[in-house]
Antibody
Framework: QVQLQESGPGLVKPSETLSLTCIVS?????????WGWIRQPPGKGLEWIGS???????YNNPSLKSRATISVDTSNNQFSLKLSSVTAADTAVYYC????????????????WGQGTLVTVSS | SYELTQPPSVSVSPGQTARITCSGD??????AYWYQQKPGQAPVLVIY???ERASGIPERFSGSSSGTTVTLTISGVQAEDEADYYC???????????FGGGTKLTVL
């Protein structure tokens, strides 16, 4: 049974970099699938941040203007998110999830998800 | 940027049928996915590839697609189905993920 768990600071100061890690258990990241980050501001909807393959190839939501960097650590079966120059608008619950992608966009879904972690941007 | 449009809210009585729609220009050529999110919990995949029910999801949940609109149907709604529902797809490039704004299902 695949399980994902987010970890990282719950409070980040404006203009600093938000750093989160997602630890995967019950499945080897190297076995396949992409791995993604999604966030949800309080009381609002879901926003995809980006996803990465175990090889390290990644792609991000253009709306974040290159502030997001996703990396993978196969030796520790985890992947990470760094979001630079944060503002109050980046306050959200951040989720990690396994991301199923098939060629030509025929399959593209997230399952399962981690429980999420709230990150607040405030001085 | 590409958008998926959902109604903000849908209300039904127990035992009735709830239909939640999601519209997007690329949906005729891209599959859609549905997630259920209950308060304080992470989203759960309900429907994948427009019509396929995810593992462990009750048979009362079904998905359909017609042109630029996909629909999540919940037949015989139960109180436990009260939740936010989000559709998800990708843009016409097939690369960038987009979520709908979400629909709050209220069971009266």
């Amino acid at each position: 049974q695949v399980q994902l768990q987010e970890s990282g600071p719950g409070l980040v100061k404006p203009s600093e970099t938000l750093s989160l890690t997602c630890i995967v258990s019950g499945y080897s990241i190297s076995s396949g699938y992409h791995w993604g980050w999604i966030r949800q501001p309080p009381g609002k909807g879901l926003e995809w941040i980006g996803s990465i393959y175990h090889s390290g190839s990644s792609y991000n939501n253009p709306s974040l203007k290159s502030r997001a960097t996703i990396s993978v650590d196969t030796s520790n079966n985890q992947f990470s998110l760094k979001l630079s120059s944060v503002t109050a608008a980046d306050t959200a619950v951040y989720y990690c999830a396994r991301h199923r992608i098939a060629a030509a966009g025929t399959e593209n879904w997230f399952d399962p998800w981690g429980q999420g972690t709230l990150v607040t941007v405030s001085s | 940027s590409y958008e998926l449009t959902q109604p903000p809210s849908v209300s039904v009585s127990p035992g009735q049928t709830a239909r939640i729609t999601c519209s997007g220009d690329a949906l005729p050529n891209q599959n859609a996915y549905w997630y259920q999110q209950k308060p304080g919990q992470a989203p759960v995949l309900v429907i994948y590839k427009d019509t396929e029910r995810a593992s462990g999801i009750p048979e009362r949940f079904s998905g359909s697609s017609s042109g630029t609109t996909v629909t999540l149907t919940i037949s015989g709604v139960q109180a436990e189905d009260e939740a936010d529902y989000y559709c998800q797809s990708v843009d016409s490039s097939g690369i960038f993920v987009v979520f709908g704004g979400g629909t709050k299902l209220t069971v009266l």
